[in-house]
């Protein structure tokens, strides 16, 4: 049998050294054929295979990002959530941030994400592989009259 090693930034993790649920979860997307997990390489993540669902995930290429970007393959709409731990709590959450221009639905089509090497970049390019448009969607910091600042998903208009 050959071993599954899992690389991410270039460390590695051998699946013996994973605790029993995730060598099994794993394992179980290795038998299914799942394919390669993409991190931060840039490559274009796969079409969707029957029984992969309707949504895709690939995180942005910058180690300071600690996000996730979403995607509905037939819809366009993206969502983005980050990991975070508020001060004094000992279990952290996951903040999901609103949609704003742009991140909502779109035409109906075959989308996907891409995302780039530029390793500061902290957005990820939706593009639709039916009309070969594509976006770039990324969190926006707005500050608020008052003080502190808002923060939302938004994408740029498609364009080819």
């Known amino acids: 049998m050959q071993a599954i090693v899992v690389s991410a930034s270039g460390s590695r993790t051998h699946l013996r050294t994973l605790n029993p649920l995730a060598r099994g979860a794993l394992t179980a997307l290795a038998l299914a054929g799942l394919g390669t997990l993409a991190g931060a390489g840039g490559a ?10 309707a949504y895709e995930f690939a995180a942005p290429p910058s180690a300071q990002a600690n996000r996730v970007y979403g995607l509905n393959r037939q819809t366009g709409e993206m969502n983005v959530c980050q990991f975070e731990r508020p001060e004094g709590s000992a279990v952290g959450i996951t903040h999901c941030f ?5 991140a909502g639905p779109q035409k109906a089509g075959s989308y996907a994400l891409a995302p780039t090497r530029y ?16 976006s770039i969607c990324y969190v926006r910091e707005t500050a608020r009259p008052q003080g ?3 923060s939302s998903l938004v994408c740029t208009p498609a364009a080819r």
């Open 98 to 102: 609103a949609q704003g221009e742009g």
């Open 148 to 150: 502190g600042t808002d």
């Open 44 to 53: 274009l993540a796969q079409a969707a295979q029957p029984g992969q669902g």
């Open 119 to 134: 390793e500061g970049e902290t957005g990820i390019f939706r593009v639709n592989r039916d009309t070969g448009e594509m």
